[in-house]
């Protein structure tokens, strides 16, 4: 397993396996590149905006679980005053 390296793609919110680069196939005389990258350059965008939008919502949670944090705080405080 040291000696291989694994591609994988991503379609339709799922992992999927492309295939397996072994050491050595570029030493091969008649190496030929099994993995087309002719759609990677046209998915960039796409796959740019859907990381964009998981980071906004992780963003959003974050601030929501900040602000309800801040609020139990500030109802403990007010509870504790004499």
Known sequence: ???????WA???DRVVPMGTLRQ???LKSEYIWKFPLYNHESKTV???DDVQHMLDDL????DNEKQS??????????????
Not at 1 to 7: G, K, L, Q
Not at 59 to 62: A, D, H, L, T, V
Not at 69 to 82: L, T
């Open 59 to 62: 963003r959003k949670q974050r």
């Open 1 to 7: 397993m040291d000696r291989m390296a694994r591609i």
């Open 46 to 48: 796409q796959r740019q």
């Open 24 to 26: 050595g196939y570029m």
């Open 10 to 12: 991503v379609q339709n």
């Open 69 to 82: 944090k801040k609020q139990k705080q500030q109802m403990a405080a007010m509870a504790n005053r004499p």
